[in-house]
């Protein structure tokens, strides 16, 4: 039995009664694992456009939005239970397998299965969630310390907020930096605060510093925080800027992340960064965390 897969649940299977109710009146043994840790899909977006039989209204869906990042949990799963999730989603029918890239606020990128509803079921517009239904997902958020304001405002076909509207800078983006002009001219964001997080900063020996996750408990990035005001706008240039790929795909020079900060002002806050996807094997620890390096 293979152990090494995880799920990334989003939806009703968040919640442990309603899953174990389905269990019961199908005779089919619970398919989760352990939990291994809450996580949002970069770029995807909770949406109502699935008519479901069984929930009586609307099913929840996702779909691509730039800037937007979905919350769940991620857990392990078999290939047993796998099959068990496949039968009570009406895999590859109704929902079909979704291969993702998920992210921790440890600044990780974890490979993952999900579900998404087959193009021939979407209704191509807003379905209505049965309120039976749509209190079973906002339990199972609670369960798991989520935050619902993407749900509920999607449940009523309103456009969401973004979920994670700061970005965190620790290098030639900072202000005073060579590059912070592009953040300037595009950044859109309304306040810089200094801020720090948990990560390993490494200079690149090229004229700019790159960060990854925290190789250890006491090791911290320093930067600033800024608050955005149109994520879908500021990530549409600084994608480029920073050279990333498709979440998911190597090569590429930085990817964009998702890390927990801590600011100057006491708050813990969730944030868009860029980390290295490079190899930094030969280059220069900054024990200091800062740059430009400081002794």
Request: net charge negative; glycine share 12%.
């Given at each position: 039995m293979n152990s090494d897969l995880l799920y990334f649940a989003y939806g009703s299977n968040l919640n442990e009664a309603d899953l174990r109710q389905w269990c019961?009146?199908?005779?089919?043994?619970?398919?989760?694992?352990?939990?291994y840790a809450n996580a949002w899909l970069p770029d995807m977006q909770l949406v109502f456009n699935y008519k479901s039989q069984r929930r009586k209204g609307g099913a929840l869906n996702l779909r691509?939005?730039?800037?937007?990042?979905?919350p769940g949990t991620l857990f392990r799963i078999s290939l047993d239970g796998l099959a068990t999730l496949d039968e009570k989603e009406g895999s590859p029918n109704v929902y079909k397998h979704l291969d993702v890239t998920a992210l921790t606020e440890d600044g990780r990128e974890h490979s993952a299965i999900t579900y998404q509803v087959h193009t021939a079921m979407i209704e191509g517009a807003f379905v209505p969630p049965h309120s039976g239904y749509l209190k079973v997902l906002q339990e199972g958020f609670a369960a798991?310390?989520?935050d619902d304001c993407m749900l509920n405002a999607v449940s009523e076909d309103k456009d969401p907020p973004e979920c994670i509207d700061k970005l965190f800078v620790y290098g030639t983006l900072k202000?005073?930096?060579?590059?912070h002009h592009i953040l300037q001219s595009w950044g859109d964001y309304e306040r810089k605060i200094e801020g720090r997080v948990h990560g390993t900063l490494y200079d690149t020996g090229k004229g700019?510093?790159?960060?990854?996750?925290?190789?250890?408990?006491?090791?911290?990035?320093?930067?600033?925080?800024?608050?955005?005001?149109?994520?879908?706008?500021?990530?549409?240039?600084?994608?480029?800027v920073e050279a990333v790929k498709r979440f998911g795909e190597s090569g590429a020079l930085f990817r964009r992340a998702i890390i927990r900060t801590e600011t100057a002002e006491g708050s813990s806050d969730l944030a868009w960064s860029y980390l290295s996807d490079m190899d930094i094997q030969g280059m220069t620890r900054i024990d200091s965390g800062k740059w430009p390096a400081v002794a």
């Open positions: 019961q009146e199908t005779g089919r043994p619970h398919p989760l694992g352990e939990k691509h939005r730039m800037g937007q990042a979905t798991h310390g989520l202000e005073g930096g060579p590059r700019f510093p790159c960060m990854v996750p925290a190789e250890k408990d006491d090791h911290f990035v320093a930067g600033e925080v800024y608050l955005l005001k149109d994520v879908k706008k500021v990530f549409e240039m600084l994608d480029i």
